[in-house]
């Protein structure tokens, strides 16, 4: 199992090799279409997320002691974005996740281009993930 600091070294060297955000934004598009989709069944409002200018579902499990992310959206580049979060996180220990700076997205110049609706949708993806995080931390690694 990869960690945190190797996950985002990868994104990190992947968007390395792009010039400008066309090309970062096309490689978005590609990584959208590699997304680890959520269960149809799972697409209720249970797991919508608030605050994101399009549909993005978001799921978790708990498995091994990591969390497992899958998730959909309806916009293409929405659904690249979540992936390059799923990337990071994914398959981390709860702690790992609640303690993750994630300061790639601005190393990789993703945060300055982004719109403000889809920089908003992107900080509450990132919210919702932590949330799970924590709720399985709870849950799992400090049993009352």
């Known amino acids: 199992m990869k960690t945190y600091l190797e996950n985002t ?13 066309t090309e970062k934004y096309i490689y978005i598009i590609e990584l959208g279409k590699s997304l680890p989709l959520i269960d149809v069944s799972l697409k209720t409002d249970n797991y919508l997320i608030n605050g994101c200018q399009s549909q993005v579902w978001l ?3 708990y498995k091994d002691g990591a969390v497992i992310f899958t998730a959909d959206s ?10 390059i979060l799923i990337r990071a996180l994914s398959g981390l ?3 790992e996740i609640i303690e993750a700076d994630m300061k790639f997205i ?5 945060r300055e281009h982004l719109t403000a609706l889809r920089s908003n ?4 993806m990132i919210k919702q993930m932590k949330l799970y995080a924590l709720v399985y931390k709870a849950k799992y690694e400090n049993p009352t």
């Open 121 to 124: 949708g992107l900080a509450s």
């Open 74 to 83: 309806d916009a293409i580049i929405t659904k690249g974005l979540v992936n």
């Open 59 to 61: 799921f978790a499990e």
């Open 106 to 110: 601005d190393e990789i110049g993703l």
């Open 93 to 95: 220990n709860p702690t």
């Open 9 to 21: 070294q990868t994104i990190i060297s992947e968007f390395s090799q792009y010039l400008d955000m």
